[in-house]
């Protein structure tokens, strides 16, 4: 019989260790491979362990000194070697704090015939009820709070939950209950048929375990470019699509982008620039820290768009009328797009620190 197979995320260890804790005593004969990553040497140090005690306990060595790619090389690794050892009926693979599971699901679903036996049956997100929104809107980055996969990990807290809750099937609240508007401001970032577990302690997990990952849908749902949108929310959350066929100007951008970028919300989607007509420019961004970069090309019938989806709550202030107009300023109009056409011919445009020099090809983010 094929294992089930449960991968466990989030940024709080305390809370990634209960809802690891869970899943092990509710789950028939089960067997747990944990990472930690020690930040100083860069040293990643798996130990796979079951009710009987630690079996395995091993320094793995960094993948071309990528620590990402060799969390994920690993993990499928183990994974198969588990599996082949037809030992238990259960798999619990906790992964780094920090660490998406977005790229091991995306290989087990794209490749099943390398992985033979291992199928996801859920991604759990644990979150730590007593912050839950400072966590997803406040503005602290991994290094700040001792987190991350490197010493220098910039990445925001906000948006790299927000990404986690995002790939989630599972989402598990650890202990204490949200606040109503708190708890609305997951459900709306998860994916609609995500579940969340307000109260992880008493939850069965035997519940998920014929398995609810569905690896279409949670691609549907954090494609580049929004294609599901649901503007029914929660009381005391808003959400907002901004969406255009026109390019964004490179110039207005910068000059808008203090205002769609900073604020304590989740913001994520994809923008066009007439000065990179080719390329699909990824957004990605909350608590006021802000990612933009190239993701692709642009596919063939594929209308290039601007679309942005930003999310938040309430008692944060609502800018979606601010945000409304800076989006249409940032645009490019029409006068300008008769007169300029779709395709601008210039040296440079003032993004290139952050989407490469203008006339570059993207190749396809993985």
């Known amino acids: 019989m094929t294992p089930a197979i449960f991968l466990v995320t989030g940024l709080d260890e305390a809370a990634m260790l209960s ?6 005593l509710d789950q028939p004969s089960p067997v747990v491979v944990s990472y930690a990553v020690d930040v100083e040497p860069q040293e990643l140090m798996r130990t796979i362990c079951d009710m009987s005690g630690i079996i395995e306990r091993k320094n793995v060595g960094l993948d071309h000194g990528c620590v990402s790619c060799t969390i994920r090389e690993d993990t499928l690794r183990t994974l198969q070697r588990l599996v082949t050892a037809d030992r238990w009926k259960t798999i619990i693979a906790c992964l780094p704090a920090g660490a998406n599971a977005m790229q091991i699901c995306r290989i087990v679903a794209q ?12 991604v759990l997100a644990a979150l730590d009820g007593k912050q839950l929104a400072d966590d997803l809107t406040g503005p602290d980055l991994l290094c700040e709070r001792g987190m991350g996969l490197h010493e220098d990990d910039h990445r925001g807290v906000a948006e790299v939950l927000g990404g986690l809750v995002e790939h989630a099937d599972v989402i598990a609240v650890i202990d204490r209950s949200p606040e109503p508007a708190h708890a609305g401001l997951v459900r709306t970032i998860a994916r609609p048929d995500a579940l969340l577990v307000e109260e992880w302690s008493d939850f069965d997990s035997m519940t998920i375990r014929c398995g609810v990952h569905d690896h279409d849908a949670v691609e549907s749902w954090i494609a580049d470019v929004p294609v599901t949108f649901h ?10 699509m901004l969406d255009s066929s026109h390019p964004m100007h490179p110039v207005r ?3 808008q982008i203090g205002v769609l970028g900073a604020g304590k919300f989740r913001t994520r989607g994809a923008f066009w620039l007439p000065t990179r007509p080719q390329s699909v420019c990824q957004w990605d961004g909350a608590g006021g820290q802000l990612s933009i970069g190239t993701a692709r090309c642009w596919g063939n019938g594929e209308s290039p768009c601007s679309r942005l989806v930003m999310t938040g709550l309430l008692e944060h202030g609502d800018p979606r009328t601010a945000l409304t107009q800076a989006f249409r300023s940032a645009l490019v109009s029409d006068e300008e797009m008769c007169t300029r056409g779709r395709a601008w011919e210039v040296m440079t445009d003032g993004l290139e620190p952050w989407l490469g020099m203008v006339g570059e090809i993207p190749h396809d983010l993985p």
């Open 111 to 122: 490749s099943p015939g390398h992985l033979p036996g291992v199928e996801i049956s859920a």
């Open 19 to 24: 809802t690891t804790l869970g899943l092990l």
């Open 253 to 255: 951008l910068q000059e």
């Open 231 to 240: 503007p029914e929310v929660p009381d005391g959350v808003w959400r907002l």
